[in-house]
């Protein structure tokens, strides 16, 4: 109870949310076991400040069953799909707390225009093969698909050189 009055203080009565308690020990496995190296991690997320909104007071947590979003998770036990964002913040804090750097933090969108998605799609032989790529490289990078809600982090240790993925675009600050 005291992570979550540290995480979100001043909670308004009924609001709802996730939490992951096994965050902090997963990201500190995944440090351990990274001598040198980066850790990219890319899910639907917000940083802490746009997770808890206060108009949030349900959650992020959706399922899917059929094509069809709701978010009773009881509703289909074992045959659907459950799904709730990434708090960035808390990942960020267990990523400094486990001795890692947090070198970048940005959208999809942002972070594959950087690392060179629309020369892929340019260099796809004309025609449906092209036509076939540009659809998916709409749908991972515009704003209403997942261009905008997925994010990518940057976790690393032993490297000083910037990361060409976070160019364009470096939320940090909003961590």
Known sequence: MAELRRIAPGWPQHYL?????????WVASMAAALKRGVVL?????????EYYHPQRDRGTLRCHFRHRAHDQPLLYPGVQDITAWVDFTRVAEAAVDAGL????????????????IEAEVAAAAEGIERARLASQARSLLLPGEMGENFKVMALTRGLDEPLRGFALQDLRRTL
Do not use: K, M, W
């Open 17 to 25: 949310s996730e939490l992951c308690p096994l965050l902090a020990p």
């Open 101 to 116: 750097t947090v070198a970048g933090y940005c959208t999809q969108a942002a972070f594959l225009l950087a690392t060179g």
């Open 41 to 49: 991690l890319i899910d639907y997320g917000l940083p802490r400040h």
